[in-house]
């Protein structure tokens, strides 16, 4: 057993991100291990970019309001719940207009496709949703 040492806070870099996003490493498996988390906190209106996870993804919602969204479905997040995203299907996710959201983001794999940012046209027909 071991403790880990913790990891600085990272800025989600502007060519994955919409806004003000922090993220903080939690878990990165090592060896034979694909596991991955993060604990990651948008500001308001803030959201990442289209993208897909080859083994799919878990998003856990600890604190405020937030959106996860595809081409078809929006999910409106609060704490405590759970959304899965299967294996590559294309997703966003990010905090509504008037609160800040913090969720713990799963995944087992490193090799994301990301496309193109969220446009501002989609964000606002999410968020009304």
């Not at 994955?16 to 596991?35: I, K, P, Q, Y």
């Not at 207009?97 to 969220?118: C, P």
Request: charged share 25%; proline share 4%; hydrophobic share 40%.
């Amino acid at each position: 057993m071991e403790l880990l040492s913790k990891q600085a806070t990272t800025a989600g870099p502007a060519e994955l991100f919409t806004g003000s996003v922090w993220f903080d490493v939690v878990a990165r498996g090592e060896g034979d291990s694909r596991l991955r988390v993060n604990t990651v906190r948008f500001a308001p209106c803030a959201r990442t970019a289209w993208h897909s996870h080859s083994l799919g993804q878990m998003l856990q919602v600890t604190e405020g309001v937030g959106v996860v969204a595809t081409r078809e479905k929006v999910i409106v997040m609060r704490p405590g719940d759970t959304v899965h995203t299967p294996p590559g299907e294309e997703h966003w996710h990010g905090a509504v207009h008037d609160r800040f959201m913090t969720h713990l983001a799963m995944w087992e794999d490193d090799d994301a496709t990301w496309g193109d940012h969220v446009t501002d046209t989609e964000y606002e027909q999410a968020t009304r949703a």
